[in-house]
């Protein structure tokens, strides 16, 4: 490889990045951003191929194919070159994963948590619930490789046998209800409690802010964490404060009321002395009640907690409709496990883990973005769109796009904006689809020892020398 053409490489790479992946995000996250947060950070980088903006999008495009290999990513980079009529480089995929290694974790954190802000300037006050910007939170988990690394970092769940099972990660994300978009993100070994994840998440809370959450968040100690960043929360009552909590209660209303949590005697293991000490004796509450009746299913009795206490701006309904929405953070977290492909991580370090985690924040952004411009240019819901619909339509464009004229390629993004807007998912009210598989397994068994332990076996079960029993085995 010539040395004095890969600067020219470089850029033609990053001109076919910005005109196919980067399209959406000519806005949201110019290439401008990108050095802002380039010189933030002090990265300095040599002229070569995969320069951080390469280095950037060939691994958001990673994530956002099918196959997730790079290969795959190094195989495209070679082919846009070799369409420009330049000398191509090397097929090995090292200087690509060296480039991936040597970019800091916080840059790529920057980057998604910059594209929602982004998006989130553009919402307008027709969008927003009782004029309030309102977060919905949650937990999942993810697995990796199984590394010596991964494994010291994210151990597995301690109920599976050493080497039998996969590190496992736990994350706390926070989205926006009404753009969709990752706001932020916590990663954490998997035996960590959730209210710890989510305290780690209270910093990206902005003035005025609702977050809504279930009953795991339901805590003294956070309400009064929320309220210090002047902002409020509606959480589903957790089921053990009904006979075991002190308080006073004051009734405005049916199903509606003010209650006084009073202080733990105990501090939390989760904070430390000098914090308990701060926390205040009493907290005013308002806890609201109704009931959810679908023919055919038995009635849900619903409780929640919240700070909001003027009766008049935030009545029952308006609370109501507001945790119905709750939903959508699980949908959002299935969106990024099941349809991006998030749940098994590729990565066979910790950090590269994390970059990877937040790369896929990264490109459920753009995702969100293409969303949200179609349905705000058509006068759509932008929620109400398909996202596994917008990926097909967009994998599929980006061909297209590359090959088209300035001109052109702006009236094929058009004409992708109302594929997309004809996507969209039919309101499914009360849907409960149980958590069951009717495709059978195959029937092998699980593995219960290491793989390394029952390989000896066979080999010797094969040969026809004796075996020590498994069972000596550790």
Not at 450 to 471: D, Q
Request: glycine share 4%.
């Amino acid at each position: 490889m010539h040395t004095s053409n890969i600067p020219s490489k470089a850029l033609i790479l990053k001109e076919k990045f910005i005109n196919s992946v980067g399209l959406p995000f000519r806005e949201v996250l110019p290439e401008s951003k990108i050095q802002e947060y380039l010189d933030v950070l002090k990265i300095k980088y040599r002229r070569r191929l995969f320069d951080p903006f390469v280095t950037i999008w060939a691994f958001l495009s990673q994530v956002l194919d099918t196959d997730k290999s790079c290969h795959n990513a190094v195989s495209r980079v070679i082919s846009w070159l070799a369409s420009e009529n330049v000398e191509v480089p090397s097929q090995d995929t090292g200087g690509y994963c060296q480039a991936r290694r040597k970019l800091p974790e916080k840059l790529f954190a920057l980057l998604f948590e910059s594209v929602a802000n982004s998006l989130n300037e553009q919402v307008t006050a027709e969008h927003l619930w009782c004029g309030r910007q309102v977060k919905v939170i949650d937990g999942s988990t993810v697995s990796m490789p199984d590394t010596c690394e991964n494994q010291k970092v994210y151990p597995q769940p301690s109920s599976q046998r050493l080497g039998c099972g996969f590190p496992i990660a736990k994350i706390g994300v926070l989205f926006s209800l009404v753009t969709g978009a990752v706001v932020a993100v916590a990663i954490d070994i998997l035996n960590v409690h959730d209210l710890n994840l989510a305290r780690q998440l209270y910093a990206s809370l902005a003035e005025g802010d609702v977050l809504v959450g279930d009953r795991a968040f339901c805590s003294y100690v956070d309400f009064i964490l929320i309220q210090n960043r002047k902002a409020d929360a509606v959480f589903r009552k957790h089921q053990g404060r009904d006979n075991s909590e002190r308080r006073r209660d004051k009734r405005v209303g049916p199903n509606d009321k003010f209650v006084t949590w009073f202080k733990p005697k105990t501090c939390p293991s989760s904070l430390s002395k000098e914090e308990f000490a701060t926390l205040p004796k009493a907290l005013v509450l308002r806890e609201v009640q109704y009931y959810i009746v679908i023919p055919g299913f038995r009635t849900k009795h619903v409780k929640l907690i919240t700070t909001l206490l003027d009766v008049d701006k935030y009545p029952l309904l308006k609370l109501m409709e507001l945790y119905e929405k709750r939903w959508q953070v699980e949908v959002n977290l299935k969106h990024l496990k099941t349809t991006l492909g998030m749940d098994i991580l590729r990565s066979k370090t910790p950090s590269m883990v994390r970059k990877e985690i937040y790369t896929f924040f990264l490109g459920y952004n753009l995702l969100r973005t293409l969303m949200w411009e179609a349905g705000t240019a058509y006068d759509v819901p932008p929620l109400q769109l398909s996202l596994q619909g917008t990926r097909h339509h967009w994998n599929n464009f980006i061909p297209q796009l590359l090959a088209a004229s300035p001109k052109s390629r702006h009236k094929l993004y058009l004409s992708l904006l109302v594929l997309i807007v004809h996507k969209l998912v039919p309101e499914r009210p009360g849907r409960v689809e149980p958590r069951v598989r009717k495709r059978r397994p195959k029937s092998y068994p699980l593995m219960q020892q290491p793989r390394s332990v029952l390989r000896h076996a066979r080999h010797h079960k094969s040969s026809g020398e004796p075996t020590a029993s498994l069972r000596s085995h550790p």
